[in-house]
Structures are given as C-alpha cells and as structure tokens.
C-alpha cells in the first residue's frame, strides 16, 4: 500500500475495498480458528469419554474379584479359587530381567551410533534398519526366539525358561530404546559438546560428565515406555512356549531364571476365552492389575525424570 | 547425588556382571526336577517327583489344568505345567520332543504322523472327552429347530458364497431373511472338524464372521436376529439365555445336542473325540505315568464334565485305560478324520 493516498480518489476507494476485505476475511479466519479448537476439543472428549467407558466397564466387571486370595492363588478350574499369582510373578520377573537387558545395550548402541559413529552411509543403512526393526510384528520376534533362545541357546536358557522370554522381548524393544535414546542425545545442543572439547576433555569425558547426564531424563523415558510396551505383549511369548498353567513359582535364585513361567497378558486372554462369565470377570481383574502396573512403571519414569532434571 | 549415583551404576553393573556369569556357570547343570529313575512305584501315590510338561489345544486346556489341579493337590512333589500353542502347534512341539504330553482336538494328521516319525517319537493316542459342535441360532429364530446335514452344507460349503445369503434357500418354507453366519477362524480344530463333518470338504465359504474367540461368536449370533454360528457345547451351556442350540438331523430324526446325547453317540456327526498324546518313551517316567493314569480314572471323569465336555463313557475309557496300560503306539485314525468311526470299535 502507497503511504501517498492522500491525494487520489481511486487510491482511497481501493483502500476502502481492501479493508472490507480484510476484515472480512479475518472474520472467516477467526471462525475457522475457533471451528478447528471446537474439533480439537471433540477430539480429546471423544477419545477420553471412550477410555472412561473402558475403565468403567472393566473396572466394574474386575473390581469384585479382586481381593488377597486372587493375588495369592494359582490358577484354577473354579473361578473362585482362581488367582494371578504366578502371571504377576512371571511378568516381574520378566519385566526386571527386560529392563537389565535393554538398559545397558540399548543406551550404550544409542549413545555409539550418536556420539561416536561418523556421518556416513554405513551408519544411515544401520539407523534405516533400526527404525525399521521397531515396527516389526511381535509375533516375528518370537519366532526368532524360540529357534534362538528356546532351541539353540537350551544350554543356557533350559528352553522355554523366564530367561528366554525376557531375551526376546529384550530383542522386541531393543530398537525402540535405541531411538528413544538418540533422539534424547540429538536433542543436547552440539554446543556443549564443543566447548567440553575446546577444554581438552575427551569424547568419553564429554559424554559421561555433560550429554548423558542432560540426556538421561528423555533417555528413561523411552526406556520405560518400552517396558510397557513389552509387558503387554502376548503372542512372542505364546511363541517361544510360554505356559499357562503352572502350580509353583519361579524361585528366587538363578535356578529361577530357568524354569517355566506365565504373564498376565497370557492369563488374561486364557479368561477371556473360557465360556464361563465367571472367569471374564477374573480376566478384568487381572487387567486391572496389569494396568496399576503399567501406570506405576509410568510413574516412575515420570519420577526419575523430574528427579534427574534437577 | 554423585556419590548415589555412582553406587547405582556400581550396584547395577556387578549385579549384571553376575548374572551373566553365573548362568553361563550353571547352564550345563541339570533341569531341577527331572528324575530319571523308575524306581518308585508306579499309579497315583503321593511320594511320586518329577515334572510333567503339557501343551497343546487350547480346547483341551481347559481339562489339562483341571487335572493338573488335582493331581498337584495329591502329588504336591510332581510338577505338572500345561501350555496352549494349538494343536498344530502343539504337535510341532511334541514331534520335536520337547513336551512329555500333548492335547489334539483332532487326531495326529498324516503329517504329523511324518514330523514325529523324522523325529523318532512314538506317541500312545488317548481319547480322553468329547465334546459336542453346537449350532446355535437368536433365541428370536422360531423358524430353525432342526437342520440337516444337507442343509447345513448349503449354507457353509465354498460354493454358497456370495450367493446363499437368505434363509429360504437354505428351506423355501423359511422366511426371505438375511443369513449371518458366525465362526470360528479358519485355522481352528473346531472349523476343520466342522467342514468336514457337513461335507464341505473341510472347506467353507469365506464370507462369514470368524473369531478366533468363541465369546464373539455368541455375541454374534445373540445380537443378530438371523445370525447362526457353532461352537463348542460349554458356550452354548454357558449362554443358553441368549442363544437356542439347533437340532441336528443326520438322517435318524433330529437330536439335540447335550451331555447325554454326545456321550450315546447318538447327537452326530457333530460330536467330536478330545484327544491326549503321550510321549512313549516317558510313558515310564512315574511322575508322567502317575499324571496319565490320574488323567483317564474313571473316578476323575467329574472334572471333565465340571469344566464343560462330556466324559468318555465307561466301556470306552476301559479301552482307554488298557491302551495305556499296554503302551499301544500309533493313532486309530491313521491321519484321517474321526468322523463316523466308532471309538468303541478301533480302539
């Protein structure tokens, strides 16, 4: 626009006919603007409304079943005396050894690939694969394990052991951690690596004392979203031969890594199978309880990373 | 901080370093409870040990844990575990020697029979239940009590696709009502069995809700007032308030399927054998052959029924008994199907 329009009527009609458009126009992006925060708002109400029916209706199914006998007994053909005791054991079990697995080889080939890997085509083949490992079906893993782990490995693993099941669902969220932890590191500014670099410390030092402390928070994160993934996970572990019904639990020593083991989401779909009404509602119990796991596993992370930002 | 930092990646660290070595340590050692021996005596007694693994059909499953249960409440020492990987998958496994027990909702196929060959395991085949396919209609069909097997066939077979969608071209006094159809998937034991005991050739047409979970199936069927669909006969027992069991007329009038009809023999040919192999080399093994015999007294039949399948009836669980008595290898079916053969009879 001419700040001459002063002088020439035309000038000033086109002015005028410039701002009716404006504000017209502007009253058209006003509405679209509260038309898409109206859609927003639709989608977030939707989308807990159905998480709110689902709880509710799990929760009222489960919540009677609930008691000490159902975390104390063992499965049995009499719904009353039904009990999660070996499932919930068995995923512990298999949730701590996941983590002792993934922790360390994950954040150490997500910190090798980031820090220490030049830029080259090798390493953009590798991360391409890596990402591509992360949306593989769970069901592949488990065929993997079981000729790896369960078959070949038999020495170490006795076969169809916990150990066995926490490898391959280890190896199932191997690649998500892997990611979760570069995108952590990648995300510290290269600044700071410079200036440790300027002061003659060396890669390692760098690392240790200022990106992974700073990455660490992000890092946890990713890790303990992965574990909850694989706590839900079912078919890798009917795979490699993970049990159904077993009357004793795994001891607490090594020996415990070897021997049979079962996990909720196993248990779970068992009940929800059975004709009985009776166990669909001990299902919604165990759901229950696998739910307060992953929410306390998701406090945690929540925890540590508040904690480690400090 | 850095001093609990630094005793957590300390703590974290031996913690693994240890695990790791000590499984590599013990990984040759011996399985905890597997005994070798056979010196205990055999049959039901308390002081038997060992471990007992079962797999197999996830229909079985249901009778596998309810023995285990009460076999573990006498034998506390005997440790029985039971799996589901299917009874194809169950058979992989058993072939392969790595389960002393496998459930079948169908006999070993001519297959298998090669699998376990190539891998020099010899089973002992113990029909241990039957259960009765139920096809169930909406308590709102008043129409269909009674269906023949031809019938049935028109309805399911891979021709009828696309073009059997109406009840009256299943029986042209039925009404003109949309036909939904409602099963299990196509890699069940209940759908083989199913397309085979109607003559479909073990094939089906593809344009039918199939469920892998049997629950769907009933909710199928009682929310779709035309719906039609089958299972096995503890769904409908379950569900009897919402769903009504057809009548099948295999030509001798039409019979209903319940516990007593399927354990005569007279509700077919949709009463079907459950199946138990056991490993013959471990036939031996007291803990095994204490679970076996445990497995198929005549005084342990009541958990079959409680869990919702029809024990086998007395003449036929004696031959049962004997055949595992004697060690009797080989399946009486010889990878072909069980319907229309008399148990009592091949036994």
Same mark, same amino acid.
């Given at each position: 626009m001419t700040p001459l329009s002063s002088q020439s009527t035309p000038l000033d009609a086109g002015w005028d006919i410039e701002q009716k458009e404006v504000l017209s126009a502007l009253g058209k992006r006003k509405a679209i603007d509260k038309w898409f925060s109206w859609l927003a708002l639709f989608a977030v109400v939707f989308s807990l409304f159905v998480l709110v029916v689902l709880l509710a209706d799990v929760i009222i199914d489960g919540a009677p079943v609930l008691s000490w006998n159902f975390f104390t007994s063992f499965p049995s053909r009499r719904p009353a005396d039904a009990g999660i005791v070996s499932a919930l054991v068995g995923t512990v079990w298999v949730m701590v050894l996941v983590a002792l697995f993934t922790f360390p080889i994950g954040v150490g080939a997500g910190i090798f690939l980031e820090?220490?890997?030049?830029?080259?085509l090798i390493a953009k083949a590798v991360e391409i694969n890596i990402s591509n490992l992360a949306g593989v079906p769970s069901i592949i893993y488990g065929l993997l394990g079981l000729q790896?782990?369960?078959?070949?490995l038999f020495v170490i693993?006795?076969?169809?052991?916990v150990l066995s099941g926490a490898l391959t669902l280890a190896l199932l969220v191997l690649p998500i951690v892997i990611i979760a932890t570069r995108e952590s590191l990648r995300s510290i500014p290269s600044s700071l690596r410079q200036a440790g670099f300027a002061l003659g410390a060396t890669r390692w030092q760098v690392i240790r004392s200022h990106v992974f402390p700073l990455a660490l928070p992000g890092i946890l994160t990713g890790v303990i979203l992965a574990l909850s993934r694989a706590i839900g996970e079912t078919a890798p572990l009917i795979t490699i031969g993970?049990?159904?019904?077993?009357?004793?639990l795994p001891e607490l020593s090594l020996r415990g890594l070897q021997s049979p083991f079962t996990v909720l989401p196993i248990q779970i779909y068992n009940w929800v199978s059975r004709p009985q009404t009776e166990f669909h509602d001990l299902a919604a119990g165990a759901i229950i309880v696998l739910m307060v796991i992953l929410l306390m596993m998701n406090a945690t992370a929540i925890y540590l990373r508040n904690r480690f930002q400090k | 901080m850095v001093l609990n930092k630094k005793m957590l990646r300390l703590g974290y660290s031996s913690a693994l370093v240890a695990v790791m070595a000590s499984l590599a340590a013990c990984g040759g050692g011996s399985q905890t409870a597997a005994p070798d021996a056979g010196t205990t005596e055999t #049959? #039901?007694? %308390?002081d038997v040990s060992g471990s007992v693994l079962v797999d197999g059909s996830s229909t079985v499953f249901p009778i596998s844990e309810a023995m285990a249960e009460e076999f573990g409440a006498v034998n506390p020492d005997v440790a029985v575990t039971v799996g589901v990987s299917g009874t194809g998958g169950g058979f992989q496994k058993f072939c392969a020697g790595e389960t002393d027990i496998t459930g079948a909702s169908r006999p070993i196929s001519q297959e298998e029979i090669d699998l376990c060959a190539e891998g020099g395991i010899e089973y002992i085949e113990l029909p241990i239940a039957f259960d009765g396919l139920t096809v169930v209609v909406n308590?709102?069909? &008043?129409? #269909?009590?009674c269906l023949t097997i031809e019938e049935l066939n028109t309805m399911?077979?891979? #021709?009828?696709?696309?073009? *059997?969608?109406?009840w009256n071209q299943v029986? %042209? &006094?039925?009404? &003109?009502a949309p036909l939904g159809l409602y099963g299990p998937g196509t890699d069940s034991g209940t759908y083989d069995f199913f397309m085979e005991a109607i003559g479909a050739d073990g094939e089906s047409r593809g344009d039918f809700t199939a469920s892998e979970d049997d629950n769907v199936i009933v909710q199928g069927v009682s929310t779709d007032a035309n719906g039609l669909g089958f299972f096995g006969l503890a769904y409908f027992v379950e569900n009897q308030d919402r769903l009504k069991a057809v009548e099948i007329d295999n030509g001798d009038g039409c019979v209903a399927p319940s516990a007593e009809t399927v354990a005569d023999g007279t509700?077919? @040919?949709l009463s079907r054998p459950e199946f138990i192999y056991v490993k013959q080399s471990v036939a031996d093994d007291p803990a095994v052959a204490a679970f076996v015999d445990f497995y198929i007294s005549p005084d342990n039949g009541y958990l079959v029924d409680e869990v919702g399948y029809v024990s086998v009836p007395s003449e036929i669980n004696a031959k049962v008994i004997d055949r595992f008595a004697n060690k009797t290898?080989? %399946? /009486?079916?010889n990878g072909g199907? @069980? *319907?229309? /053969?008399?148990m009592d009879e091949v036994l």
């Open positions: 820090e220490f890997v030049p830029d080259s790896v782990f369960v078959r070949l693993t006795q076969g169809r052991s993970a049990l159904t019904y077993i009357p004793f | #049959a #039901a007694g %308390s308590p709102e069909n &008043d129409f #269909a009590q399911w077979e891979p #021709a009828a696709q696309g073009t *059997i969608t109406s029986r %042209s &006094d039925f009404p &003109d509700y077919q @040919p290898t080989g %399946s /009486v079916f199907s @069980p *319907i229309g /053969v008399k």
